[in-house]
C-alpha cells in the first residue's frame, strides 16, 4: 500500500522560502509519478508542481515557475517541493500525490489515486 507523509510546512513572511518533503512507501515500485497540490479555502484544489521520478521530467503552474522547484532523493525515497519568493496567495494546505502510470504526471487532482494528509502553508504580507 503506497503512502505518502508530508512535512516542512509553516508561516513565513512574503519573499521568504519553505521546503516540504513527502516520504513515499513503494517508491519507484509503484510510484513513478508525484505531483505537489495546494487548497485554499472556497477553491479548488491546484496542481502547482509534479515529477515523472524515473527520469526527473517536471512540471509546473505558471503561477510559480520560477519560484518552485520540485526535485527527488531516490537514496531517501522522498519528494521535495522547494518553494522561494513565496507570496500571500501562495498560502494553503499543500499536500503531495502519486500515481503509477509510466511517462504520465499531469497537473489535475483527479488522475492520482495515492494523497497525503497534507501540510499547511501561511505567507504574511
Known amino acids: 500500500q503506497v503512502q505518502l507523509v508530508e512535512s516542512g510546512g509553516g508561516s513565513v513572511q512574503t519573499g521568504g522560502s519553505l521546503r516540504l518533503s513527502c516520504a513515499a512507501s513503494?517508491?519507484?515500485?509503484?510510484?513513478?509519478?508525484v505531483g505537489w497540490f495546494r487548497q485554499t479555502p472556497g477553491k479548488e484544489r491546484e496542481g502547482v508542481a509534479c515529477?515523472?521520478?524515473?527520469?526527473?521530467?517536471?512540471r509546473y503552474a505558471d503561477s510559480v515557475k520560477g519560484r518552485f522547484t520540485v526535485s527527488q532523493d531516490d537514496a531517501k525515497r522522498t519528494l521535495y517541493l522547494q518553494m522561494d519568493s513565496l507570496k500571500p496567495e501562495d498560502t494553503g494546505v499543500y499536500y503531495c500525490?502519486?500515481?503509477?502510470?509510466?511517462?504520465?504526471?499531469?497537473?489535475?487532482?483527479?488522475?492520482?489515486?495515492?494523497w497525503g494528509q497534507g501540510t499547511q502553508v501561511t505567507v504574511s504580507s
Open positions: 515529477i515523472y521520478v524515473g527520469d526527473g521530467s517536471t
Open positions: 513503494r517508491y519507484r515500485y509503484t510510484i513513478n509519478s
Open positions: 500525490a502519486a500515481d503509477s502510470r509510466v511517462r504520465w504526471y499531469p497537473l489535475q487532482p483527479p488522475y492520482y489515486p495515492y
